[in-house]
């Protein structure tokens, strides 16, 4: 594990892999999650070629915990700090979940130049469900607009239960091992700012191109949000991987790896 500092001192933490000659390939874990979550894309792409960064920002794995002012703005400063930092460039960004938005938020702030694409992993750009999207979080909207994650992430009762998953189960809690569970004050503020943001704007103003990959099983929204998502992007396509759900590259990695590693050998090969 090697340390960075952010820009207001904040420490962040990476392990590294693969080829250093390599494009590198940012790994970005979903709200509480570890970069331990992306244990079973490591290998796979290190193997085809490319330098592997697993980036805990802050809050995440072993990265400092500060104890609040932090949100999608400050996330998306701290992506920002890493790519500077490591001097990356032609940089290939890869989020989960809310390091999916992360990356809008990066982009949004500073543009571009440091990126050569995106894959984007089971995050609707927009959670709160509206007339022209109705692709957000299960069972919010207008009228719970402030106080739907007031107290966590709700329970949708949507995609296959627990109990039922069988060995997608067994690699999804080897993975998230070292998730925390309980949320802090200053994490229901960074998941209510989360919530309501529209990232739908940032995706359609950038120029990279874009892959969307979606659990057609999600516990928290619908597949569709995929599809929907890769049409407002000027170079986005979308994958729905079968018997999946919200954690996409974790309970179906054989399955997602292939079609992540199929974009990038098209679009942002291993040698830049």
């Known amino acids: 594990m090697t340390s960075l500092q952010a820009d207001d001192g904040v420490r962040l933490?990476?392990?590294?892999?693969?080829?250093?000659?390599?494009?590198?390939?940012v790994l970005l874990a979903g709200f509480k999650a570890a970069g331990t979550s992306w244990s079973y894309q490591i290998d796979p792409l290190a193997k085809a070629g490319y330098r592997v960064l697993v980036v805990d920002l802050r809050g995440h794995g072993a990265a400092e915990r500060p104890?609040?002012?932090?949100?999608?703005?400050?996330?998306?400063?701290?992506?920002?700090?890493?790519?500077e930092a490591l001097d990356l460039r032609q940089v290939v960004l890869v989020g989960?979940?809310?390091?999916?938005?992360?990356?809008?938020?990066?982009?949004?702030?500073?543009?571009?130049?440091?990126?050569?694409?995106?894959?984007?992993?089971?995050?609707?750009?927009?959670m709160l469900n509206t007339d022209d999207w109705p692709h957000g979080f299960y069972g919010y909207g207008a009228s719970n607009l402030d106080t739907?994650?007031?107290?966590?992430?709700?329970?949708?009762?949507?995609?296959?239960?627990?109990?039922?998953?069988?060995?997608?189960?067994?690699?999804?809690?080897?993975?998230?091992?070292?998730?925390?569970?309980?949320?802090?004050?200053?994490?229901?503020?960074?998941?209510?700012?989360?919530?309501?943001?529209?990232?739908?704007?940032?995706?359609a103003g950038a120029d990279v191109p874009v892959l969307f990959l979606a659990g057609a099983e999600s516990e928290f929204w619908p597949s569709t949000h995929a599809s929907a998502s890769a049409a407002l992007a000027p170079n986005g396509r979308s994958v729905i991987i079968a018997n999946d759900g919200h954690a996409a590259n974790i309970e179906q990695p054989k399955a997602f790896n292939a079609a992540m590693l199929e974009f990038l050998a098209e679009v942002a090969p291993p040698r830049p």
């Open 96 to 126: 989960g979940s809310m390091g999916g938005n992360t990356i809008w938020s990066y982009l949004g702030q500073f543009g571009a130049s440091r990126v050569k694409a995106v894959v984007i992993v089971d995050q609707t750009p927009q």
């Open 67 to 83: 104890p609040s002012s932090v949100d999608m703005a400050r996330r998306g400063k701290d992506v920002r700090d890493v790519l």
């Open 148 to 203: 739907y994650f007031a107290e966590g992430i709700p329970d949708t009762g949507k995609g296959t239960p627990l109990a039922k998953r069988g060995m997608r189960l067994v690699r999804l809690l080897k993975a998230m091992k070292d998730a925390e569970r309980e949320l802090t004050p200053g994490e229901l503020v960074l998941l209510g700012d989360h919530a309501k943001a529209d990232w739908r704007p940032v995706i």
């Open 13 to 25: 933490d990476y392990t590294e892999h693969g080829d250093p000659a390599g494009r590198p390939v």
